[in-house]
């Protein structure tokens, strides 16, 4: 116990040393910051950060009621949640900065009443827009409504603060994902955002949200997640003139490196989905091209890149729209293959309590060969262990898994399947401008002290541990039962393998 209070005092003092010194911790000294998509990923992150790291005043977040849910109460949901441990630890009191606004991005001036845009227009200093859709089948006209729609309402409320100093917003590194090389620079957009806009309005949903109308709308976007985000990229270069911007564009963003834990996540997105259901022995096969650039950068590092890039926008030129490619690819790569070797064995190091099956299976570089394991090994095995759940009076489940993990895996398929080249100039030349004490708290290298092996070690076990919730402590007992599993599995092929040959020397002979 004692121990514990000392690392949460030298914790503390060590913040408080940081903060005398760091132009960027000083930066936000009494600052009123309005975050959107505070609920989300990286939202969550940044709010974190915020309150654990600087001495800002006050945090706005906007939040939306949901399903009957009202925003004060998801705004203490939201604060119970163990991304905040921390900052208990140091002051509970330090989550009493956080304030909630009532809105919603989907709605004309983002939901938000006359008293509380007065709030924001009078007292607000620095906003950070993540809030988005990150669903890639999402319909068209939801997108357009999230995506681009919140982006104007965002500008135009920034236009009416009267102190403003800084918008940060979110994008994607693939809205330009039509090029094979992307420069730190905003594109013709693929669209006419305002047009686009009001034709969501006028026109039927349905049929703009058909497939046929969407693929016609998006052209060469491989969904309208990249899409919407290159239109919003350019509303933010048009209609965001003369205001303090600047855009990060983050690739696949993954599990957290080193704060606000080691490996903490919330979600099974992306990466974090392939992992969670090879290491639990469902995912057995998945169309990849191994010699791609798997571009993932852990989420506190793109957290601390926004913060840093609050307090470079409030000393730049509000003339420009500065881009920064928050990607791994270009300076610490690694490959689809890579992350199939490493994490195979990581997962087999580090297995998940109860898994269903022996890690194993393989990626498939032809899309038809894939398409064949999945009807043998995922919705095969799945439809008869519902089979006999049924048959035994128990609820099925594995087909429901199957099917959510086949769509997973079919959106990220133009992500496996191809390489990109992300200049990074500006966020080289932004790290280079810190100083030690900046680069403590804020540190977005990750080419000189990061190494994939150990934090695929890392992002395994935030998944046991946040998203699986598994006890460190079981780690021997699921040790053991991964070496029963492997001679299950081995037992298994080998039965497979004789039958196999046996129904050939029959048909032979």
Same mark, same amino acid.
């Given at each position: 116990?004692?121990?514990?209070?000392?690392?949460?005092?030298?914790?503390?003092?060590?913040?408080?040393?940081?903060?005398?010194?760091?132009?960027?911790?000083?930066?936000?000294?009494?600052?009123?910051?309005?975050?959107?998509?505070?609920?989300?990923?990286?939202?969550?992150?940044?709010?974190?950060?915020?309150?654990?790291?600087?001495?800002?005043?006050?945090?706005?977040?906007?939040?939306?009621?949901?399903?009957?849910?009202?925003?004060?109460?998801?705004?203490?949901?939201?604060?119970?949640?163990?991304?905040?441990?921390?900052?208990?630890?140091?002051?509970?009191?330090?989550?009493?900065?956080?304030?909630?606004?009532?809105?919603? =991005?989907?709605?004309?001036?983002?939901?938000?009443?006359?008293?509380?845009?007065?709030?924001?227009?009078?007292?607000?200093?620095?906003?950070?827009?993540?809030?988005?859709?990150?669903?890639?089948?999402?319909?068209?006209?939801? @997108?357009?409504?999230?995506?681009?729609?919140?982006?104007?309402?965002?500008?135009?409320?920034?236009?009416?603060?009267?102190?403003?100093?800084?918008?940060?917003?979110?994008?994607?590194?693939?809205?330009?994902?039509?090029?094979?090389?992307?420069?730190?620079?905003?594109?013709?957009?693929?669209?006419?955002?305002?047009?686009?806009?009001?034709?969501?309005?006028?026109?039927? @949903?349905?049929?703009?949200?058909?497939?046929?109308?969407?693929?016609?709308? =998006?052209?060469?976007?491989?969904?309208?997640?990249?899409?919407?985000?290159?239109?919003?990229?350019?509303?933010?270069?048009?209609?965001?003139?003369?205001?303090?911007?600047?855009?990060?564009?983050?690739?696949?963003?993954?599990?957290?490196?080193?704060?606000?834990?080691?490996?903490?996540?919330?979600?099974?997105?992306?990466?974090?989905?392939?992992?969670?259901?090879?290491?639990?022995?469902?995912?057995?096969?998945?169309?990849?091209?191994?010699?791609?650039?798997?571009?993932?950068?852990? *989420?506190?590092?793109?957290?601390?890149?926004?913060? $840093?890039?609050?307090?470079?926008?409030?000393?730049?030129?509000?003339?420009?729209?500065?881009?920064?490619?928050?990607?791994?690819?270009?300076?610490?790569?690694?490959?689809?293959?890579?992350?199939?070797?490493?994490?195979?064995?990581?997962?087999?190091?580090?297995?998940?309590?109860?898994?269903?099956?022996?890690?194993?299976?393989?990626?498939?570089?032809?899309?038809?060969?894939?398409?064949?394991?999945?009807?043998?090994?995922?919705?095969?095995?799945?439809?008869?262990?519902?089979?006999?759940?049924?048959?035994? #009076?128990?609820?099925?489940?594995?087909?429901?898994?199957?099917?959510?993990?086949?769509?997973?895996?079919?959106?990220?398929?133009?992500?496996?399947?191809?390489?990109?080249?992300? @200049?990074?100039?500006?966020? *080289?030349?932004?790290?280079?401008?810190?100083?030690?004490?900046?680069?403590?708290?804020?540190?977005?290298?990750?080419?000189?002290?990061?190494?994939?092996?150990?934090?695929?070690?890392?992002? $395994?076990?935030?998944?046991?541990?946040?998203?699986?919730?598994?006890?460190?402590?079981?780690?021997?007992? @699921?040790?053991?039962?991964?070496?029963?599993?492997?001679?299950?599995?081995?037992?298994?092929? #080998?039965?497979?393998?004789?039958?196999?040959?046996?129904?050939?020397?029959?048909?032979?002979?």
């Amino acid at each position: 116990m004692h121990k514990a209070e000392n690392s949460y005092q030298s914790e503390k003092k060590k913040i408080m040393e940081v903060n005398n010194n760091s132009p960027v911790v000083q930066f936000y000294d009494n600052k009123t910051v309005f975050i959107t998509g505070a609920t989300g990923f990286m939202g969550k992150v940044l709010v974190e950060k915020l309150l654990r790291s600087t001495n800002i005043l006050k945090l706005l977040l906007l939040i939306r009621p949901k399903k009957g849910v009202q925003t004060e109460q998801r705004l203490q949901t939201l604060l119970s949640s163990s991304v905040f441990d921390r900052v208990r630890e140091i002051d509970p009191a330090l989550l009493e900065k956080v304030e909630v606004v009532d809105g919603d =991005i989907t709605e004309e001036n983002l939901g938000i009443d006359e008293q509380a845009e007065r709030i924001l227009t009078e007292s607000v200093n620095v906003v950070f827009h993540c809030a988005a859709t990150v669903r890639f089948d999402e319909d068209l006209t939801k @997108s357009v409504a999230m995506n681009v729609s919140a982006v104007l309402a965002i500008i135009d409320l920034a236009k009416k603060m009267k102190n403003l100093e800084a918008l940060v917003d979110v994008s994607t590194a693939y809205c330009n994902c039509d090029l094979k090389n992307i420069d730190e620079i905003i594109y013709p957009p693929p669209g006419n955002p305002r047009g686009l806009v009001d034709c969501c309005k006028w026109m039927d @949903s349905e049929k703009l949200d058909g497939p046929e109308m969407t693929k016609i709308m =998006i052209g060469n976007r491989p969904n309208t997640y990249t899409f919407t985000k290159a239109l919003a990229e350019a509303v933010l270069h048009t209609e965001g003139a003369g205001l303090p911007l600047a855009i990060i564009r983050p690739s696949i963003v993954t599990a957290a490196w080193k704060e606000p834990f080691p490996g903490w996540v919330d979600n099974f997105n992306g990466a974090t989905g392939v992992l969670a259901g090879a290491g639990a022995g469902l995912m057995r096969t998945l169309y990849c091209k191994r010699s791609c650039v798997a571009d993932m950068v852990p *989420v506190d590092v793109c957290i601390n890149l926004m913060c $840093v890039l609050g307090w470079k926008a409030a000393s730049q030129p509000a003339s420009t729209t500065p881009v920064y490619n928050c990607t791994s690819g270009g300076i610490n790569p690694i490959t689809w293959g890579q992350v199939e070797a490493w994490g195979l064995q990581t997962l087999v190091d580090n297995p998940y309590q109860d898994v269903f099956w022996y890690p194993g299976g393989s990626y498939k570089e032809n899309w038809y060969l894939n398409r064949f394991f999945q009807l043998l090994f995922h919705y095969g095995p799945a439809h008869c262990v519902d089979l006999l759940c049924r048959l035994s #009076g128990r609820k099925p489940f594995l087909v429901k898994i199957s099917n959510m993990m086949q769509k997973s895996t079919k959106a990220l398929e133009p992500f496996t399947t191809n390489s990109w080249n992300w @200049s990074n100039n500006n966020v *080289v030349k932004l790290e280079g401008e810190l100083t030690m004490e900046d680069r403590a708290v804020f540190g977005f290298d990750i080419k000189t002290d990061f190494d994939w092996k150990e934090y695929l070690v890392i992002y $395994v076990q935030g998944i046991r541990k946040f998203l699986f919730k598994s006890d460190p402590s079981t780690i021997p007992s @699921s040790r053991r039962y991964m070496n029963l599993l492997w001679w299950v599995d081995l037992l298994t092929k #080998g039965l497979f393998i004789t039958g196999a040959l046996y129904l050939l020397s029959i048909l032979i002979l």
